[in-house]
């Protein structure tokens, strides 16, 4: 028997004293046995695959932009009490800019933004940080403390960067891994939707509601 997304208002506590539900756009695809709590926007055109656990019960709200792809196994959550990122004017606790892969396995922990276009690999942990449009960061690698990551940078697979010294250092992403992101991302939005159409393993948020 399959089952189906789980979409829940958070629990109220201190740190998250508002219930809310997630906000999911029609458009998006989303594939069993994921959970999506609290306070989330998941816009357009977003692929989010199989057993996610993207959580705003300890702090919110989060917001996952337009062609995102969140592959399998992915946590997201945010730490209690800590301050958020501002994004025009607005605090949030989680914010993925758009067109952002994000891999198996990988750790997008707030508070956390990651610009449009940027490549998050597999097992990677990301706790804490500023992360510009158009990097790369490879699988395993670590990014925390409050690092402020620029534009068109790369996170070598498992390198740690907690110290700013260590983010203004960061080469420019190599030629050959430019197109990376782009083409991932291309790949997810014409799988989710053929998912969506083919399968009963993925849900429009209009097809299934809890």
Known sequence: MLSYPILYHNPPVAEAAQISAP???PKAVIGVDSM???DITIADDVFIGFKNLLRADSGYPYYVGPYTNIQDYVLMHVHPGREHVNVKGRKWGVYLEGENSVLHHAAVHGPLFVG????????ANIYDAIIGRNCVIMHGATVTNGVKIPDNRFVAPGETVWQQEQADRLPPVPDKWKDLNRKIVDHYYRLGKSYLHHTPLALSYGAHRH
């Open 23 to 25: 906000k999911i756009s």
């Open 36 to 38: 999506i709590i609290g």
């Open 116 to 123: 449009r276009n940027t490549f998050i690999g597999q097992h």
